[in-house]
């Protein structure tokens, strides 16, 4: 069914002339006759019967006209969904604990009144997906890893780097210390499951590994954070990597310790993700918020890989 036949007819049916709705609506007179006269043959009725002053609903008319209007009014409803500014803003964090997650809670508190739909997805291929068809409208991802360009259509900026620290338990041999540098890591167990092979985090510990000779073991099912935390409290031969904006709480009987990484700092690179025709004003919004608050960020004595997009 034409929705503009039917609005159409709605401007006849409140007018009570055809003359005067094709005055309200901007159209001649016949060209209001045709909409009707298809909506009719459409709806197999008559709806309107010539009366001296015009034209009345008939009995079929007055049956359709509340449907109508209640059309009308769903058509309006689902256009204004999608208007710029009226849908949430949809944004991938990839973790609800890590530093985009953070960057996303303060945009929040800065732009309150800009509706936001926080997603998680895995990987970046999901994520670079769902950027281009409009699923989601950003997502924040180291890239770009080796041998996987984005997309031509894919627009990418480097928003934040997040420097790891060593996370040991007490009984650690790194647990008192104020520091530790690259080469002192040489020879203990760095112990991380759950990096996915060819994933970009995977990547970035492969060049991690390469360029210092550490010993990273990804070893075992991935039970999340707390059994992480749980067993590098318990085990003085394992420590991990953490992001420094990584957001945990532990038992206060874990007694674990978060230890500055220096001579070089590593880096992980967090950048923004978008499809460079998205029109959604927040999206301008969410960059602008991004540029201010990463501002200055001092990239001296740091380690990133060298496939990073630069700052």
Known sequence: MDLETVRTFVAVADAGQFQEAAAELGI?????????????????VRLFTRTPRGSGLSIDG???????????????????????GRRPLRVDV?????????????????HPEIDLDVVMLLDIETAVAAVRSGTIDASFRAVAAPGRPLPEDIAAVRVLDEPLQLLTGPGH?????????????????IWMPGIVPGSEWGAYYDDLVAAFGLTIEATGPNFGSDALLDTIADTPALATFMGG??????????????????DPTPVYPHALLWHRDN????????????TAATAGQDTAGTWTPDWVIPR
């Not at 029109?279 to 991004?290: F, Q, S, W």
């Open 28 to 44: 001649t007179q016949q060209a209001v006759s045709k909409r009707v006269a298809a909506l009719e043959r459409t709806l197999g």
């Open 62 to 84: 007055q049956a359709f006209l509340p449907h109508a209007r209640e059309l009308l009014r769903v058509a309006e409803r689902a256009a204004t969904s999608v208007r710029a």
């Open 94 to 110: 990839i973790a609800s604990r890590g530093a985009a997650t953070g960057l996303m809670r303060a945009f929040h508190r800065a």
């Open 173 to 189: 041999a790194l647990a008192s210390a104020r520091s530790v540098t690259m080469d002192g890591l040489a020879g203990h167990r």
């Open 245 to 262: 904006r990584t957001r945990l709480v532990w038992p206060a009987g874990h007694g674990l310790r978060l230890i500055p990484v220096t």
């Open 279 to 290: 029109p959604h004003p927040a999206l301008a919004t969410l960059r602008a918020h991004l």
